[in-house]
């Protein structure tokens, strides 16, 4: 079945360094991915929506400037958490439908678990 | 506006009882999915099952089974004979077909399968 691959699984960083997470559809193409923030045992929340070829579409309190979203190919598409800060760290998780339509399952990545010190 | 409600935040069963977890969605769509997801405690999130807002039926899936009633905006998850590797958050969530592929997400109920 389809598979999405998020890496790292998990980053431990300084406050002020920028972190950057992949995400890849592994064995089809998706013109279009989700990124998600979850904070412990909370819901997932939708931070962004990630267009192949074109700029990401940024939910309504989500600094465009702080999570820079890059969608360079049908396969890949990267989050960059800029100057990180300790109020950054959360789970993040991508997420690409197998098939474009409001029917499809979406493919989740496994996750990143950032934490800023 | 759309919106998935899991009232339930956590629930603790002993292994072998039968345990339901509810959902309830608020849509404007006719046209309509929702999806049974569960994260353990690894954080994947693996999909259990989708339902489209034209079948009513209920499906079974082994010990799972779910219950789709669109007179109450109900699509509630039961799991039959409740086992230790089914503590995890689960998740309901819903999309529509004017907004494509985005999903919006229940809240989540956490639930523990005591041995």
Known sequence: ?117 | AQKVTQAQTEISVVEKEDVTLDCVYETRDTTYYLFWYKQPPSGELVFLIRRNSFDEQNEISGRYSWNFQKSTSSFNFTITASQVVDSAVYFCALSQRNTGNQFYFGTGTSLTVIP
């Open chain 1, 1 to 117: 079945g389809a598979v999405v691959s998020q890496h790292p699984s998990r980053v431990i960083c300084k406050s002020g360094t920028s972190v950057k997470i992949e995400c890849r559809s592994l064995d089809f193409q998706a013109t279009t991915m989700f990124w998600y923030r979850q904070f412990p045992k909370q819901s997932l929340m939708l931070m962004a929506t990630s267009n192949e070829g074109s700029k990401a579409t940024y939910e309504q309190g989500v600094e465009k400037d702080k999570f820079l979203i890059n969608h360079a190919s049908l396969t890949l598409s990267t989050l960059t958490v800029t100057s990180a800060h300790p109020e950054d760290s959360s789970f993040y998780i991508c997420s690409a439908p197998g098939a474009l339509g409001a029917n499809q399952p979406q493919h989740f990545g496994d996750g990143t678990r950032l934490s800023i010190l």
